[in-house]
């Protein structure tokens, strides 16, 4: 097989996937906070693949905001990608719907059935992250157009269940709506691999953050890029009666001093300094503004260093179209070698 022939089998492979974003490349952005902003996901879209933006925590206003300044550096489709626990998870959608996002992703737990029909209603796709079979079922009954499984090699809040198992399970088990895999993703080889185990293409995260047309603070990058897969690990809960939501980041100062917290917490909980709420209260508050701190401020040690284990793949800042054409020429030298 020549160069040409692999591009060919490659598109062939994801063409569910390019149809459902109306891509050239099946290769999405992961929404990241603070990162994934209209820089950065108009240079994904304008290199081929699908850039999403994070709206996180955002208001109304600031998400209209960052999606008509996202229109002004691209006119490829992108999407937008909504926490379901947010309190103004409703009218987001509307906003989205007011000002024609074709895409909108839910994440961040089961989106309830009001959110989907409306989603639907507005003539958007949707798409769904599904962490196992049972979820990915129904997801696909309550009417998504699309799934992402993302595995615990992910940065980020993560799930406990590894990105290769997830497509095991899910990937010959549902074939209604197209199937992104996600999580740990650095190399086109490993994009080919899914995409043969019946993928309609693939999200990248960690990759992205050391794209040159990524906001996030040049100390912030410069870690990514000494980092190693290692590096990356998930945060430590001290007590099950005081649950941890596990994200994974490099380790530096900050999680080091949350083990502390936790422990000194947890001793003020005993000695009935604190009641249980307010001890849990103290220790969730832990990373408040820890990400901003980190990505926007460059604060390295004493923020959240966000990070999947690809991060060990990372050598270099490169532009957007440079990583995604050198992840596409991975995969087809890839078939080219067989």
Sequence with gaps: ????????????????????????????????????????????????????????????????SEIRATKSLTSKPFGVNLIVMHPDLLDLIEVCGEEQVGCIVLAGGIPPRSAMRRVKELGASLIGFAPALGIARKLVRDGVDGLIIEGTEAGGHIGPVSTSVLAQEILPNISEVPVFVAGGIGRGEAILSYLEMGAAGCQLGTRFVCAAES????????????????????????DPRFPVIPV??????????????????????????????????????????????????????????????????INEVQPTSVIISELLEQAEDALVRR
Excluded: Y
Excluded at 43 to 48: M, Y
Excluded at 216 to 231: L, N, T
Excluded at 292 to 300: Q, Y
């Design 1 to 64: 097989m020549d160069k040409s022939a692999a591009r060919a089998h490659i598109k062939l492979l994801s063409s569910r996937g390019r149809e459902l974003l109306g891509v050239e490349h099946a290769i999405l952005g992961g929404a990241m906070t603070w990162v994934s902003e209209r820089n950065l996901v108009a240079a994904i879209s304008n290199a081929g693949g699908f850039g999403v933006i994070a709206c996180g925590s955002m208001t109304t206003e600031l998400l209209r």
């Design 248 to 313: 994974r980041a490099l380790q530096n100062e900050a999680q080091k001093r949350f083990v502390e917290t936790q422990h000194s917490v947890i001793a003020r909980w005993r000695s009935g300094e604190l009641d249980q709420k307010a001890a849990q209260l103290e220790i969730e508050h832990f990373w408040a503004g820890a990400l901003r701190r980190a990505v926007v401020d460059g604060d390295v040690e004493g923020g959240s260093m966000m990070a999947g284990q690809s991060v060990g793949m």
């Design 215 to 238: 906001i996030a603070h040049p100390k912030f990058k410069e870690a990514f890029v000494k980092g190693a897969a290692r590096d990356a690990m998930p945060s430590v809960q001290v």
